[in-house]
């Protein structure tokens, strides 16, 4: 398995500070879970490659190439023998990650919408100001042109997790995200499909963690609009994130 | 007695001895056993006795015996939904564990 990134400068002898960027990148894991995006996931994992060197798909049961496609682009992947959902896979991508010594775990969905310039936005306030959690927000930037329906679900969702996590944040259902190691290894995940993203904003403000919002880009395409979630979608997630928030607690 | 009568009596008293077995087999627990003999002798004391109804609809402040049971019966299935479908959720829950726990061990091995 491949943990190095082709820089032009490879074959050179680093030097103390290159090896120190080459060490401070050993720890950073990009976690992207993935559920038929064969036509998506190269390209992504390719594109992270140049920037991150550790990539961990989670083929999370898909029935096409996705699997294939992304070992082919040198990610590392996991396989999930079914699909168990989008939370199920990136908590299989984080305890793998982590037991592998990660110290900062991004994750970045598979069907394209993200932009790899962002991960080091991302990481920049865990890595250098001591923050637990980054959060990608597509409504800190005004060059996102986000559908008008699915605007208003996610401000909805803006507005349920403010009264019910207590937790104040511009974008809720953003994949985009950079957690400490300290972090990832203390929040319970338990929401398998999407109401992860409400568990994951709870368990910051429920464990307290120190988070920023950081501005990101999101790139819809018709690709990325078919893959994504329905808005009739959103009373399936807040039933489901409740009902799990209730037994939790 | 009418016919209707004497079929669900008799499904009454069969469920009973399959609650007593299941019981004896440890399959479910102290409290299972209790509410489910619980549930399904009131089942036959209410066809038996219908009249019993009434007291159930005073009780609740609802007009007809009838009308009681049916929505006693209402919130009994409800709770019951709630509680399969918390079950399913936990049974998923444990199946994801399942295939996570599959996943990185063949990563791992290779």
């Known amino acids: 398995m491949s943990l190095r990134s082709n820089s032009a400068g490879e074959d050179e002898k680093p030097n103390g500070a290159s090896r120190r960027e080459e060490d401070r990148q050993q720890g950073l894991f990009v976690i992207v879970p993935a559920y038929n995006e064969e036509l998506s996931v190269g390209e992504v994992v390719r594109k992270i490659k140049r920037k991150v060197p550790n990539v961990v798909v989670v083929d999370d049961g898909s029935t096409d190439g996705t699997g294939r496609v992304a070992s082919d682009a040198g990610a590392i992947v996991l396989t999930h023998l079914i699909n168990r959902g989008q939370g199920a896979a990136l908590k299989t991508g984080m305890d793998f990650s982590l037991a592998r010594g990660a110290e900062i775990i991004v994750t970045f969905d598979g069907d394209g919408q993200h932009d790899v310039e962002d991960i080091q936005a991302l990481v920049a306030p865990v890595r250098e100001e001591g923050f637990d959690a980054a959060l990608g927000s597509r409504f800190l930037r005004d060059d996102n042109r986000v559908p008008p329906v699915r605007k208003r679900t996610l401000k909805l969702g803006v507005l349920f997790t403010r009264i019910v996590s207590r937790i104040r944040v511009t974008d809720t259902h953003n994949g985009l995200r ?44 018709p690709y990325s609009l078919r893959k994504g979630q329905r808005s009739t979608a959103a009373l399936r997630i807040a039933y489901d994130f409740l009902v799990g928030k209730l037994r939790k607690d | 007695m009418l016919p209707i009568q004497v079929i669900i009596v008799l499904f009454a008293l069969f469920t009973l001895t399959r609650v007593v077995r299941r019981f004896h087999e440890r399959e479910i627990s102290l409290g299972g056993f209790l509410a489910w003999t619980a549930f399904w002798t009131g089942v036959g004391v209410l066809v038996l006795a219908p009249v019993a109804t009434k007291w159930l609809a005073r009780l609740l402040g609802v007009g007809r015996g009838a009308d009681a049971v049916f929505y006693v019966t209402l919130v009994a299935l409800c709770y019951f939904c709630f509680r399969l479908q918390l079950k399913t959720r936990d049974l998923e829950h444990q199946i994801t564990q399942l295939v996570r726990r599959l996943a990185i061990e063949r990563m791992s091995d290779r």
Request: proline content about 2%.
């Open chain 1, 178 to 221: 950079a957690f400490s190691r300290r972090a990832a290894l203390r929040l319970r995940m338990n929401e398998d499909r999407m109401a992860h993203a409400s568990e994951i904003l709870d368990e910051i403000a429920r464990l307290r963690l120190r988070y920023r919002e950081v501005p990101t880009r999101v790139l819809y395409s």
